[in-house]
């Protein structure tokens, strides 16, 4: 029998029945109260009203909201057997073409990850550098030509392009180069994917599934564009492999890795498999990071003296016009601070939705098979319990020997933004090389003049799956 059956009614173990949350309307639930964009922030304002695990329903899914770090760890590390992602999520990623290792669940999962893991890891990343500098270099001169013409740059548009062409080149090693092109090639295409994805995730009803036909005709055309990018990274790994057929042994990055396996007799993977991880790669490398460099550039702007300690750093290790070595790059540590400060205050996955996969009880609260979880990741780390003065935007707090011991030891803990557990994100260390690069060529090159949004009205921000600033401008002027 199942141990949610077994609960006695006098049990300290508590139901989700018994759980707070907002009042809604009958059928609705609370629908009416969310806006998708915004979800993130409702729900944190619900967590201040209701405590660290309350419910609510969009129409008749009921979710579970955890945002107690010692909870939302237990699950988090407790997957694939535990939780996993949510059916609806899989659902939907398959219906959109990137049914890859971010969606997959059980069997699948265990047979990507490990693949995934090794293409991104921090070997790849060294041998990576010379690259990875050559792009900078590149997006180094994209921003001078702006600062030199006066142009105020479209922030997240250009960090896109920076991000993007980062992936294809680690990943799929591919040269797209869309920083010194003005066609939002691919990036057109991608913006309309994550928001098209969340939307899914969170309708009450999979009404896509049934009015496929007459669903919107703009997201077809976007979906065909991305299909054939895809296959065309796909094609050039074929073609390499033809190639050098010792790449089938040694292959030099993830998509080749992949494409080897498909090929190899008997090999359970497919070509939605493939075609699904490519599509993945560009998704999650793409927004997550480029959106926290914008949120930490704004910052920046915010607080001129951590900028200056940060720019004396990079100025101090870093000779005049070059750009970090591998080892200068793991040297950073002020920079490496302000990235953490950032994502401590400013998650880009500032939600992470689970999915019970069997009768559980995580602190005191009983979770049926299936239950969806949505675990808070911000409250905690803005809780003055964890981080003194919380709302400060104070990077120095994560050098060692800084600030109460307390604070430190539990810090990493406590935030988490990356995840945590066997999902924890694969691209962690190439999101932190991508970071510490822009910020050491911002910092080395440039002074930051201004960074607003175009009406001087405060940033606000934005859900779609990963939380961005909206519409932010940015103005440098090169430095003397
Ligand atoms: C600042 C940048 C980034 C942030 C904040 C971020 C954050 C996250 C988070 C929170 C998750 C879910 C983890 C979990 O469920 O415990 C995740 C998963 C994932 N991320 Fe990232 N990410 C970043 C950059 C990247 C990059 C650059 C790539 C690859 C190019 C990437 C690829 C993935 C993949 C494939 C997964 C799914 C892993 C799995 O389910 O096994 N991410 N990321």
Redesign the pocket.
């Known amino acids: 029998m199942a141990i949610i059956d077994e609960l006695r009614a006098d049990s300290p173990v508590r139901r989700i029945r018994d759980l707070p949350g907002p009042r809604g309307l009958p059928m609705l639930g609370n629908a009416l109260q969310i806006q998708r964009e915004r979800l993130h922030r409702t729900a944190e304002q619900w967590a201040r009203e209701y405590g660290e695990v309350f419910r609510f329903r969009i129409g008749s899914r009921e979710f579970v909201v955890v945002s107690n770090p010692e909870m939302v760890a237990t699950m988090?590390r407790d997957r694939p057997d535990g939780f996993q992602r949510t059916d609806r999520l899989n659902a939907a990623a398959r219906e959109l073409g990137f049914s890859g290792?971010?969606s997959a669940n059980g069997e699948e999962?265990k047979r990507q990850?490990p693949m995934?893991l090794r293409g991104?890891d921090p070997a790849h990343i060294k041998a990576f550098h010379p690259t990875l500098v050559k792009v900078t270099q590149r997006f180094e001169r994209r921003w001078r030509n702006a600062a030199g013409a006066g142009r105020a740059i479209d922030l997240q548009s250009d960090l896109m392009r920076y991000t993007v062409d980062v992936?294809a080149g680690l990943?799929f090693g591919t040269d797209i180069n869309t920083v010194e092109s003005d066609d939002e090639i691919i990036q057109k295409h991608l913006d309309k994917l994550l928001p098209a994805l969340f939307k899914r995730v969170l309708s009450p009803l999979p009404h896509w599934l049934w009015v496929r036909r007459r669903a919107d005709p703009a997201l077809g055309e976007h979906l065909r564009a991305l299909r054939s990018a895809v296959d065309g990274f796909i094609a050039g790994a074929r073609l390499r492999l033809a190639d050098q057929p010792q790449l089938r042994e040694r292959p030099g990055n993830l998509i080749e890795a992949m494409v080897a396996e498909r090929d190899r007799p008997g090999s359970a993977l497919t070509d939605e498999d493939v075609s699904g991880n490519v599509l993945?790669?560009l998704l999650?490398?793409e927004d997550?990071?480029a959106n926290?460099l914008a949120w930490m550039i704004w910052l920046l702007h915010c607080h001129p003296e951590v900028a200056q300690r940060a720019a004396e750093e990079v100025r101090s290790m870093v000779g005049e016009g070059s750009h970090p070595t591998h080892e200068q790059l793991g040297q950073l540590d002020f920079v490496e601070a302000c990235v953490h400060e950032t994502?401590r205050l400013k998650p880009?996955?500032p939600i992470?939705i689970q999915q019970v996969v069997r009768d559980t009880v995580v602190g005191g609260l009983a979770l049926p098979a299936g239950t969806p979880v949505m675990c808070l990741m911000r409250p905690a780390a803005v809780d003055a319990a964890h981080f003194p003065d919380p709302q400060a935007f104070r990077p120095e707090r994560w050098l060692a020997g800084d600030g109460p011991a307390r604070a430190a030891g539990s810090a990493k803990r406590v935030a988490m933004?990356?995840?945590?557990?066997p999902?924890?994100?694969?691209?962690?260390y190439?999101?932190l090389s991508e970071?510490k690069m822009v910020a050491a060529m911002l910092l080395g090159a440039f002074e930051i003049a201004d960074v607003s949004t175009a009406d001087g009205t405060e940033v606000q921000e934005r859900l779609a799956l990963t939380m961005s600033p909206v519409g932010l401008k940015l103005r440098l002027r090169v430095r003397k």
């Open positions: 988090l290792l971010f999962w990850r995934v991104l992936t990943a993945t790669m999650a490398g997550t990071t926290t994502m880009v996955a992470i933004p990356f995840g945590a557990g999902r924890t994100c694969p691209g962690r190439l999101a970071m």
